[in-house]
């Protein structure tokens, strides 16, 4: 039972303690992106973790998405989107253009998708590099709208789901 707190919330860092599970985790969410993929993408900061190990597993590069207003570059040297989050928190992301990576095949990875609205800023982030989302993966999904068009389209891989 993954530990939920009182508003509702699980706490996914606990398992990374356990290197087992861990490792067990990453190699099922990799399964079905070997050599489909250049690039794995995540947000910060949870994201990171779980997305540079599946980077590793998949033999390929990662790409650090940030959160507003982190990147210590002027606006011109950013590209950004903004989005609406679960809490209905007005959000950005971010990506420096001098790491731009453009035309690749790329795998988004979150620890937990909830109603996809993270998701799809991140897509429309990296859509617009020109980039090809191959698929998403993560370990927990909240079922709604959104999120069961991805999973009845195997465009996302997960681990469990909360409905």
Known sequence: MLPRNSI?????????????VFDKIVKVLSLDFQNKVDYVAAPEAIGWILGTAIAKELGVGFIGVRKGDKLPYAKEEIISTH????????????????????????LIVDDWIETGSQMKALI????????????????GIDINEVTQKWIDSSFVAYIGSNI
């Not at 509702?8 to 087992?20: A, E, S």
């Not at 859509?127 to 370990?139: H, M």
């Open 8 to 20: 509702g919330k699980y706490d996914l860092l606990t398992i990374f303690t356990h290197k087992t």
């Open 83 to 106: 989005f609406t989050d679960y809490s209905g928190q007005d959000k950005s992301f971010e990506i420096s253009k001098s790491s731009i990576v453009r035309n690749k095949r790329v």
């Open 124 to 139: 429309a982030l990296l859509e617009k590099l020109d980039c090809s989302i191959i698929g998403l993966a993560t370990i």
